[in-house]
């Protein structure tokens, strides 16, 4: 499988040492997973319509009742509109909006995950400025929302086992083994390793444990993209705030990483470095996390008093906010008066951001370098200075 970056990517000194300075015993096998092949996402005008009602015969009869004997007509729904930005290697982009907003089809669009057929999916999407090749699709990871995994396993089974399964046979069982064990400790899983997965009628580990096993058997491949759907939903937020450190430590390798996230804290906020916020399938901010709430001020909506970003976001997205320096409700005309703030002020430079064309790793070469720094940490293209130009 050429997908395995790792195989044919050594890090740049080629070795790795264990969190007390010591040398890793599994010397080759360490470094492999350390480097990656340098992803840049870019997505543009993502649009996904599909038809709801009256589309296939199952069903019609149900349908017809319901309608007073009328056959319903097709009506077109639009999930995504015009959805624009991109996260580069080294970044973290977090995907928020509430429930139906359209999150996990847009990680799945992607993720080149949603059927053919069933939608109508148009605009572009461009990894490394081309349209993403099997290549990409093989160095990318998805982590469901729900978790796959056989209850009756333990963890270091699970692991080991898709390990076997996954891997190319290029590698030797016993290194194959070794990246099991080299991923199950970098996501903190060696206390829970003999552990069953369990499920809601078998006790086995806990909820994080759970997200952490199904983030680890993505990372079996060793992904350069890796998107993730809803990481933390069902954690506390301490296992949130360690999930998401995690990720941000993926980053530091070089990894793109991109994840919707429910309610995410003040803490774990800080760790995103672009947010897209969505509201019923529209962008209502696309930027640096950290510029999100001087861009709502300078568009008239400030909260009433210090808050975490990510509620008041989600408010907004929701169409609640302040009115009248006393009460919170809904307001009609909040989402549209956001959604006509983007259009005006924020897409143009998003849309201008992704056309830049950034330098691309030469074809079939692996991980470059000069795209990180000194610690590791990528550098950071999209910087859009958003509140300093609104
Ligand atoms: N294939 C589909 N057919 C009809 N409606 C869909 C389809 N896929 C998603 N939707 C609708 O699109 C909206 C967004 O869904 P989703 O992306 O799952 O939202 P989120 O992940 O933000 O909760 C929801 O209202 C959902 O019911
Ligand atoms: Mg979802």
């Known amino acids: 499988m050429p997908g395995f970056g790792g195989l044919e990517a050594p890090n740049e000194d080629g070795t790795r040492h264990s969190k007390d300075g010591s040398r890793d015993s599994r010397d080759h096998l360490p470094s492999l997973m350390a480097s990656c092949y340098p992803i840049t996402l870019k997505f543009m005008d993502v649009c996904y319509k599909v038809k709801v009602q009256g589309t296939n015969t199952q069903g019609i009869s149900i349908k017809r009742v319901l309608n007073h004997g009328s056959t319903p007509s097709d009506q077109e729904k639009t999930i995504l509109n015009n959805i624009t930005g ?3 290697p080294g970044e973290m982009l977090a995907i928020l909006g509430p429930s139906g907003s359209g999150k996990s089809t847009l990680l799945n669009a992607l993720a080149g995950r949603l059927q053919h057929g069933h939608g109508n999916l148009s605009g572009s999407l461009l990894a490394n400025n081309r349209k993403p090749t099997k290549q990409i699709a093989k160095r990318t ?4 929302q729900d978790d796959v995994l056989y209850p009756h396993l333990t963890v270091r089974e699970t692991l080991v086992f898709c390990s076997l399964l996954r891997l190319p046979n290029t590698l030797s069982t016993k290194d194959k083994i070794s990246v099991a064990e080299t991923v199950l ?9 003999n552990t069953i997965i369990g499920n809601s009628f078998i ?20 992904p350069s993209l890796l998107i993730l759907d809803e990481p933390t ?15 941000g430590s993926l980053t530091q390798k070089g990894k793109t990483i991109v994840t919707s996230m429910h309610q995410p804290s003040s803490r774990v906020y800080q760790l995103f470095d672009s947010v897209l916020v969505l509201s019923e399938g529209r962008s209502l901010y696309f930027g640096k996390g950290s510029e999100a709430m001087g861009y709502f001020e300078a568009t008239g909506f400030s909260p009433s008093f210090p808050m975490n970003p990510a509620d008041f976001l989600l408010d907004l997205a929701n169409g609640v906010c302040k009115l009248d320096g006393v009460s919170e409700r809904e307001r009609p005309n909040v989402k549209q008066t956001l959604i006509a703030s983007y259009n005006t002020l924020l897409a143009p430079k998003v849309k201008a951001a992704c056309m830049e064309t950034t330098p691309v790793p030469a074809k079939d070469s692996h991980f470059v370098g ?3 720094s000194e610690e590791g940490r990528c550098s950071n293209r999209f910087d859009l200075h958003l509140v300093l130009s609104v």
């Open 86 to 88: 991109m996260v580069s």
């Open 370 to 372: 000069s795209h990180c």
């Open 185 to 193: 400790s970098e996501l903190g899983l060696s206390k829970c390793e």
């Open 141 to 144: 990871g998805f982590v469901t």
């Open 203 to 222: 006790r086995g580990i806990s909820g994080g444990e759970r997200k952490r096993v199904s983030i680890a058997h993505e990372m079996l491949i060793n």
């Open 233 to 247: 939903s069902g954690l506390d937020s301490t296992a949130a705030h360690r999930l998401v450190s995690i990720l």
